[in-house]
Every structure is written in C-alpha cells, then in structure tokens.
C-alpha cells in the first residue's frame, strides 16, 4: 500500500468511528432517513446517486453484486433489498467495514481497490460510487474493478474543475478529489470491447432548491454561467425570507420529486454535477428485464439509530 493510500486509511478509519456525545453513529449517507440527525448532509444529492444506480441496476440481469468503496453498506443493502440478490461490500477502512456488519449484518472486507482480494469474475455486478476521484492510482484501481466483474459494472463519479482536483493533488489532502472526469473519460474501454454508457445527474440547477427544502442555509456560489449566479441569487433571498418554514411533510414529497425530476433536468441541460457510467462487459445482461425503482422506496429503506460500543 503506498504513503497516499495508507494516509487516505486512517483517515477514513477516523471518519467512520465518529458519534455523537451519546454514542450514536454519525453516517456517511442518510441511512437513517430524510432530514433525520447523525447523518452528513446533502441528502437530496445523496439520494439522487443512489436512485440512478439503482434504476441502472434494475436493466441488469445479475445475482450477486460488491460495492467497491461502498462505506458503511447503504447502497449494498438498498441493492439487496430491491433486487433479493448476494451482496457484499468492500472498503479501504477496516472501521467502515465494522459499520456494515454491525448495522446491515452484510459481509463486508476491508481492502486496497489497486488489489482486491476477489478472484476474476467473481461477482455479477461491481458498484463503485464516488470512489475512484480518491485513489492513488486510476487505472490499476479502474483495472481491478473491471477483473472482479463478470458482467457489469456501475460508477458513480463527481463532475468537477481540473483546477480543483490539480490543488487536491498538490496539497495531498487524505481522501481529497485527486482525479476529475468527464462524460468521455472512459470512453477508452470501447477499444477495449466494453460498453460505455454515461449518463448525467446532480443537476446544479436543481441544487439550490434542494438546500432550500432541507433547510441547510443560504450557500454562495462564485463560479458558473450568469444564469447559475442568478438562480443562487435568488435562492439566497428566498431563504433569508421564508428560512426554514418547510413541513417535514411538504419537505419529504418536495424531495422525491426534485430526486426523480434530476434525470429529466440533466437530459435537456448541460451542467451537472456527477457522472453514472454503466459499463457492460456482457451485453446479453443488459435490457432483458426492468423493475420499477420508487424514489419513496429508496428513502423509506432505512434504520434506527446506531450505537457505537
């Protein structure tokens, strides 16, 4: 394991003992529910990723999946539960992989994504969700996923400003955003006989809306078209007139709906602010079949509140 990577571990095997003075667990993603506490924020954006995945997983025909990256098992076990098939999970921190086991009961194994400790085509279905923008070195962590896979692969990755992810890089930050993308950055593995399948989502236009029904505060935004600035404008003095005065009810509904307009926003706009890439080493998987995915049934998946020992 190289220096980067090893620092990168500790400091995901800290983020995931975090709890409250009361010892509950405070999650990486809203695994205990809409607006509900000890959870990171950005739920909407959360979710969005979390419905895209499963809207392209419910095109495969497949029966076992690993979440490489996949933190403390939240997308592993909405998989599970939507599709009834074998899951696993897989992360760099050995703490997050206790989070799984402890919460979900799913197996979870702590590893290195540039050498999995799983054989060639082990599992149906890889997920990788906002994974590879961390590691050290893309395209053998690219090269390992693709192995373990036998007939797809599903990533989720940010959509970011080389300027950023360069700054990251130069500074080391530990678990920072080293790697940027675009809707073509696979495109590679076509000459390699894969299907490459990107599709837009976390429109920024929708974002401001979303801090407005969660009720997160007024944000600024410096950069983008004079459009954006002026949307951001606008939402920056609605929430200084209205603050947060949303229903949990009204809140609830106005989620749902903004997660599932996310994909219609992104087909007619050109922002957005993640990727989903499906890629398919066997197309005979892919179209054979479609379930139905809820938004309302991803956000009802969800559990009490964890308690740290």
């Given at each position: 394991m190289d220096a980067y990577t090893k620092k990168t571990k500790a400091w995901l095997d800290d983020r995931f003992k975090k709890c409250s003075e009361t010892g509950i667990y405070y999650a990486h993603q809203p695994i205990y529910g809409f607006r509900e506490d000890h959870s990171e924020p950005q739920y909407a954006c959360r979710y969005i990723k979390t419905y895209r995945i499963m809207k392209e997983l419910s095109r495969l025909e497949f029966d076992s999946l690993l979440d490489v990256g996949g933190a403390e098992g939240y997308k592993a076990y909405i998989a599970k539960e939507l599709f009834g098939i074998r899951v696993e999970n897989s992360d760099l921190s050995e703490e997050a992989c206790k989070r799984v086991e402890e919460i979900f009961h799913l197996k979870s194994t702590a590893a290195d994504i540039h050498n999995l400790p799983f054989s060639d085509n082990q599992f149906d279905v890889i997920l990788c969700s906002e994974t590879l923008e961390h590691v050290a070195y893309l395209d053998k962590a690219l090269n390992e996923i693709l192995r373990v896979a036998k007939k797809a692969l599903v990533i989720t990755v940010p959509c970011e400003d080389k300027q950023i992810t360069d700054k990251v890089l130069r500074e080391e930050v530990p678990h920072g955003h080293i790697h940027s993308f675009d809707l073509k950055s696979l495109d590679f593995l076509k000459s390699q006989g894969y299907g490459v399948f990107p599709k837009k989502m976390n429109s920024p236009l929708l974002?401001?809306?979303?801090?407005?029904?969660?009720?997160?505060?007024?944000?600024?935004?410096?950069?983008?078209?004079?459009?954006?600035?002026?949307?951001?404008?606008?939402?920056?003095?609605?929430?200084?007139?209205?603050?947060?005065?949303?229903?949990?009810?009204?809140?609830?509904?106005?989620?749902?709906?903004?997660?599932?307009?996310?994909?219609?926003?992104?087909?007619?706009?050109?922002?957005?602010?993640?990727?989903?890439?499906?890629?398919?080493?066997?197309?005979n998987c892919y179209g054979k079949k479609k379930q139905k995915i809820s938004v309302r049934r991803i956000m009802d998946l969800k559990v009490p509140y964890h308690y740290l020992k």
């Amino acid at each position: 394991m190289d220096a980067y990577t090893k620092k990168t571990k500790a400091w995901l095997d800290d983020r995931f003992k975090k709890c409250s003075e009361t010892g509950i667990y405070y999650a990486h993603q809203p695994i205990y529910g809409f607006r509900e506490d000890h959870s990171e924020p950005q739920y909407a954006c959360r979710y969005i990723k979390t419905y895209r995945i499963m809207k392209e997983l419910s095109r495969l025909e497949f029966d076992s999946l690993l979440d490489v990256g996949g933190a403390e098992g939240y997308k592993a076990y909405i998989a599970k539960e939507l599709f009834g098939i074998r899951v696993e999970n897989s992360d760099l921190s050995e703490e997050a992989c206790k989070r799984v086991e402890e919460i979900f009961h799913l197996k979870s194994t702590a590893a290195d994504i540039h050498n999995l400790p799983f054989s060639d085509n082990q599992f149906d279905v890889i997920l990788c969700s906002e994974t590879l923008e961390h590691v050290a070195y893309l395209d053998k962590a690219l090269n390992e996923i693709l192995r373990v896979a036998k007939k797809a692969l599903v990533i989720t990755v940010p959509c970011e400003d080389k300027q950023i992810t360069d700054k990251v890089l130069r500074e080391e930050v530990p678990h920072g955003h080293i790697h940027s993308f675009d809707l073509k950055s696979l495109d590679f593995l076509k000459s390699q006989g894969y299907g490459v399948f990107p599709k837009k989502m976390n429109s920024p236009l929708l974002s401001c809306v979303a801090d407005l029904i969660e009720g997160t505060g007024a944000r600024e935004y410096h950069k983008g078209s004079k459009k954006t600035k002026i949307l951001f404008g606008i939402y920056n003095i609605c929430i200084s007139l209205f603050g947060v005065s949303f229903c949990g009810a009204f809140r609830t509904k106005a989620i749902t709906l903004l997660v599932a307009l996310d994909d219609f926003v992104c087909r007619f706009t050109s922002s957005h602010g993640g990727i989903c890439f499906l890629i398919l080493k066997d197309s005979n998987c892919y179209g054979k079949k479609k379930q139905k995915i809820s938004v309302r049934r991803i956000m009802d998946l969800k559990v009490p509140y964890h308690y740290l020992k």
